[in-house]
T-cell receptor, first 112, second 114 residues
């Protein structure tokens, strides 16, 4: 069945460091891909998405490119801030009802 | 500001109790979902609903049921709570339009079954 695998955390970085969180997926057909973020004490919120191969999603300095050939959707940011500390979830959407399959989540801690 | 509201942030229940988790959305969304969040497992879909009184099982429906009598409200029911249902429960909603629309999440209910 469909699945999402993302790198285990926690990831600990200093402020202004470069961030990469790896995400790969297994799916039949052509799913839409998402990154959701969960700040402490809050629910998930959409960070960015891509709906077809070679699409790049971007938001708040974060980017991810839908790579069909490597079945990947890695999240990157050039310079992280303390306020980026959160748990990041990669997800794919299957079917017409927007049912999401999530990866395990990666906790990011950014220190000053 | 769009909102998905879950009735409780924290709940403690005893084994064998019947537990109701309530979720309300104010966006007139057709689709509503219940997920369970556990460390190392991410979020897993328990049930979803695409219309009033319509429901379908997700990936881990055992031990749970749901009710959707009104469009804005989606309830998760633990028929007889067990300790392995201790978890964070997240409700979400999204419009009908298809697989690439944004899902909006509530803040979650952390349920402890003792």
């Amino acid at each position: 069945g469909d699945s999402v695998t993302q790198m285990e955390g926690p990831v600990t970085l200093s402020e202004e460091a470069f961030l990469t969180i790896n995400c790969t997926y297994t799916a039949t057909g052509y799913p839409s891909l998402f990154w959701y973020v969960q700040y402490p004490g809050e629910g998930l919120q959409l960070l960015l998405k891509a709906t077809k191969a070679d699409d790049k999603g971007s938001n708040k300095g974060f980017e991810a490119t839908y790579r069909k050939e490597t079945t990947s959707f890695h999240l990157e940011k050039g310079s992280v801030q303390v306020s980026d500390s959160a748990v990041y979830f990669c997800a794919l959407s299957r079917g017409g009802y927007n049912k999401l399959i999530f990866g395990a989540g990666t906790r990011l801690a950014v220190h000053p | 500001d769009v909102k998905v509201t879950q009735s409780s942030r924290y709940l403690v229940k005893r084994t064998g109790e019947k537990v109701f988790l309530e979720c309300v959305q104010d966006m007139d969304h057709e689709n509503m979902f219940w997920y369970r969040q556990d460390p190392g497992l991410g979020l897993r879909l328990i049930y979803f609903s695409y219309d009033v009184k319509m429901k379908e099982k997700g990936d881990i429906p055992e031990g749970y049921s749901v009710s959707r009598e009104k469009k804005e409200r989606f309830s998760l029911i633990l028929e007889s709570a067990s300790t392995n249902q201790t978890s964070m429960y997240l409700c979400a909603s999204s419009p009908r339009e298809g697989g690439a629309t944004e899902a909006f999440f509530g803040q979650g209910t952390r349920l402890t079954v003792v």
